[in-house]
């Protein structure tokens, strides 16, 4: 049985680094699995300050670019996090066997901790992987589709359920990583050696999904590019491989075969090219994601149905952990 699970936070823009390194691949992958649940993960969200009025709104935002995107409630069960119980308590078990120094390893809490101190951040900021763990464990997923900054997270719930199994007999499925080569790491825009990011110090780093046309233009027309001016990827031209891997992710062509049709023009006729490419990639998600949120209603009734039927499979985990532990009556 191939069961998939991942998901996004609600933490305001989705950018084509969060489609083409998550969403893009769910799309693809839930019609060749057994099992596919795609969770709007507010309770990482609020690891780091919300306005809750805004998350209120990201949260539904991000559910309907799921739909928008192709994801199909009717194979798929997508739900919101905090409706369900279980990922909390589940996590808070999974703390008991979670090390003070294998958290202190991960390197998302390390960046995200370094913007303030370790001294201001927040204890669920620490904690958020185990949190993760709990999410993927509860459901038997074998394979968790990621970009790659969310490798080393993964590894985590594998050594959680590993090292749980061996203290209390076999009761989690270890879950595997699954990352695309191809877009496993979108890089910034304004700086190509760092990732994609919504919280990159400045907007021109990432392109949102729900960006216009004129901003998308906007922002690849100030993109950085490399030295020299030949269209051709290699590791010597970060900037010129990251905007070639986006072309090719949104046209579905090789980077060889773009290389090919830009020889002899300029980053000026690519950038051109690119921002078309994009638009077009984008805007039948944008006009779909526009019917979706206009119609909460009917959007809430999705959520509201996934929510029961992840619970259905997520009380029955919980039920054996706890069994097994010894808790409760
Ligand atoms: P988040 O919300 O930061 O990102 C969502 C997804 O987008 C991918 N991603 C990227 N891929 C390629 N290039 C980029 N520049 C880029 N930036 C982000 C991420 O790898 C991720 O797949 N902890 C997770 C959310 C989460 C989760 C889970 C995921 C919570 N529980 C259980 C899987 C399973 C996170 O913060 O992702």
């Not at 119980?85 to 960046?111: C, Y």
């Not at 919504?198 to 990432?206: D, E, I, Q």
């Not at 990639?281 to 039927?309: F, H, M, V, W």
Request: aromatic letters at 6%; one cysteine or more.
């Amino acid at each position: 049985m191939k069961k998939i699970f991942s998901g996004i936070q609600p933490s305001g823009v989705i950018h084509l680094g969060n489609y083409l390194g998550a969403i893009k691949q769910w799309v693809e992958l839930q019609s060749q699995v057994d099992e596919a649940i795609f969770c709007v993960v507010d309770l990482h969200a609020i690891t780091v300050p919300q306005d809750p009025e805004a998350l209120k709104r990201n949260i539904l935002s991000v559910a309907a670019l799921y739909l928008a995107a192709g994801i199909n409630p009717e194979k798929s069960i997508i739900f919101v996090q905090s409706t369900r119980p279980e990922h909390a308590e589940l996590a808070w078990i999974l703390n008991t066997v979670t090390k003070m120094g294998e958290l202190s390893r991960m390197t998302q809490f390390k960046d995200k901790s370094q913007k303030e101190t370790v001294e201001s951040a927040s204890v669920g900021l620490f904690d958020y992987p185990v949190l993760m763990a709990a999410d993927i464990l509860l459901y038997n997923t074998t394979a968790v589709p990621v970009g790659d900054d969310q490798k080393q997270h993964v590894e985590l719930a594998r050594d959680l359920a590993m090292r749980f199994n061996s203290k209390y007999g076999d009761t989690f499925v270890v879950p595997e990583p699954l990352i695309r080569k191809e877009s496993a790491r979108i890089m910034g825009l304004d700086d190509p050696t760092k990732k994609m990011s919504k919280s990159a110090g400045s907007s021109l780093s990432y392109l949102a999904v729900l960006d216009d046309a004129e901003t998308i233009s906007n922002k690849i027309k100030r993109a950085v590019t490399d030295s020299g001016n030949e269209i051709k990827a290699g590791s010597d031209k970060p900037a010129i491989t990251n905007l070639l891997n986006i072309f090719s992710e949104v046209t579905d062509r090789s980077v060889v075969e773009i290389e090919a049709d830009f020889e002899g023009k300029n980053y000026g006729d690519f950038k051109n090219s690119l921002s078309e490419a994009v638009v077009s990639y984008l805007s039948p998600i944008q006009k779909k994601y526009d019917e979706i949120i206009n119609d909460e209603t009917g959007l809430k009734k999705i959520l509201a149905d996934g929510s029961r039927r992840a619970g259905e499979i997520a009380s029955g985990t919980l039920v054996n952990v706890k069994e097994k532990i010894g808790l409760g009556l």
